[in-house]
C-alpha cells in the first residue's frame, strides 16, 4: 500500500535511506551519505505533503518524495518542457531486503499514475551517473537523460537529470 508519510514515519524512513546507502557504498557506489538524504530534507517533503511511504503488512519498505518545487540547481538546465507544471521525484529508496521485487517501480508507477491524473506536463528527476542500475532503471521507463549536475557533498561525480513527457 502507498500512502502519503507522516511525521511517525521519519525514524523508519531514516533507517531505511542510512541502510541504501550503506547497501550502495558496499557497492563502490557513492550516492548517498552523511549529508543526504537527511532528517531536514524529510521534514520539508511532510511540510508540503510531497512525501509518500510504501508499506507491505504494517512495515514500511520504502518512499519516494512526489514535488511540484524546482530545486535551484535545476534552474540552468535545459529540459524537455518549459517550466511550468512539472513534478520533481526525489529520495526513492527501497529497503535493501525489500531489494529486487519490483517496489521501486510500484513507486515509480505511481508518481506517474500521479502525474496523468493532475495533468502534470512531465516528471522530472536527477539520478547518480555512478550508479547503472538506476540509469538503466529510469531509461527503461521511457525517461530521456539530459545534462549533469553537481552536488559536491554528496560526490565528485555528476548525477544525470532525466524527464518523461507524460
Not at 518512499?63 to 520533481?88: A, Q
Not at 508518481?111 to 538506476?134: C, G, M, P, V
Not at 549533469?148 to 544525470?160: A, L, N, V
Amino acid at each position: 500500500m502507498i500512502r502519503k508519510g507522516t511525521y511517525v514515519d521519519i525514524d523508519k524512513i531514516l533507517e531505511t535511506t542510512n541502510l541504501c546507502a550503506a547497501h550502495l557504498i558496499e557497492k563502490n557506489i557513492f550516492q548517498w551519505n552523511e549529508h543526504y538524504p537527511n532528517k531536514e530534507v524529510f521534514f520539508e517533503d511532510l511540510k508540503r505533503k510531497e512525501l509518500f511511504v510504501l508499506e507491505q503488512h504494517t512495515n514500511l519498505i520504502g518512499c519516494i518524495t512526489i514535488s511540484t518545487f524546482m530545486d535551484p540547481f535545476y534552474e540552468p538546465l535545459t529540459w524537455l518542457t518549459t517550466n511550468k507544471n512539472n513534478l520533481y521525484i526525489h529520495r526513492l529508496a527501497i529497503h535493501p531486503n525489500y531489494q529486487g521485487h519490483g517496489y521501486a517501480q510500484k513507486l515509480m508507477s505511481f508518481a506517474e499514475a500521479y502525474a496523468r491524473k493532475n495533468n502534470f506536463t512531465s516528471i522530472r528527476l536527477d539520478t547518480f551517473s555512478q550508479n547503472t542500475r538506476n540509469l538503466t532503471f529510469y531509461e527503461q521507463r521511457g525517461y530521456t537523460r539530459l545534462d549533469g549536475i553537481c552536488f559536491p557533498k554528496q560526490s565528485e561525480y555528476p548525477f544525470y537529470c532525466y524527464e518523461l513527457i507524460i
